[in-house]
């Protein structure tokens, strides 16, 4: 189910919550979508804990991820990850805002079928820009060509962040109408039982 532009809220947000039984919100999308920023106030409206899972791994690992790719390299960071999503997806009630990388990594998406996965899909010229402005290292960008491995990773994740339960396709939208937006969808996805994940 994909979706771009919004519309006013038809369930209310203790409605949706009861419906939503506890299952926990993972945000996918490449780096720069809005994972944290969108998540932050998804989780307050819904009365859901937030989880930046990126700041999870900084914090098990002891330092920064530019450091533990650095050490680790990315079969390392991986691994790490693979763990840290394990534990948090333990828990109910969340919204996890993801790392860009998570679903290369088919163990994960066991995981992250656990919930409700929705992929934040900014359309490329506004992600390009939103990094651009965003003084964060980002360790796959750190090329001679940051646009064109920008693209590349786009390319090849693109078709693994489809398989996600929920598209919302995003331009210029703040982190709080996206919020609003996914708020608005969630409740024809949990009508529709050709949407559930059993897997």
Not at 6 to 32: C, E, H, I, N, Q
Not at 116 to 137: K, M
Request: with cysteine.
């Amino acid at each position: 189910m994909s979706y771009s532009g919004f519309r006013v809220m038809a369930d209310s947000t203790p409605t949706l919550k009861k419906r939503l039984s506890g299952r926990s919100l993972y945000l996918v999308g490449m780096m720069g979508s809005g994972k944290t920023s969108t998540g932050r106030p998804l989780a307050e409206r819904l009365g859901y804990g937030f989880v930046d899972a990126d700041a999870v791994i900084e914090q098990a690992a002891g330092c920064s991820i530019p450091e533990i790719f650095e050490r680790d390299g990315d079969a390392g960071f991986r691994s790490l990850e693979s763990q840290v999503l394990s534990a948090i997806s333990q828990r109910h009630s969340l919204v996890v805002a993801t790392g860009g990388g998570v679903v290369t990594q088919p163990e994960n998406w066991g995981l992250l079928h656990s919930g409700i996965v929705i992929w934040l899909d900014v359309v490329p010229d506004q992600l390009l820009q939103r990094l651009n402005a965003d003084s964060t290292v980002r360790p796959l960008l750190q090329t001679t060509d940051p646009e064109a491995s920008l693209n590349a990773l786009l390319n090849e994740r693109r078709p693994l962040y489809s398989e996600a339960d929920l598209t919302v396709v995003i331009n210029d939208e703040t982190p709080e109408a996206v919020a609003d937006g996914i708020l608005q969808l969630l409740p024809s996805l949990l009508q529709d039982p050709t949407q559930r994940r059993t897997d």
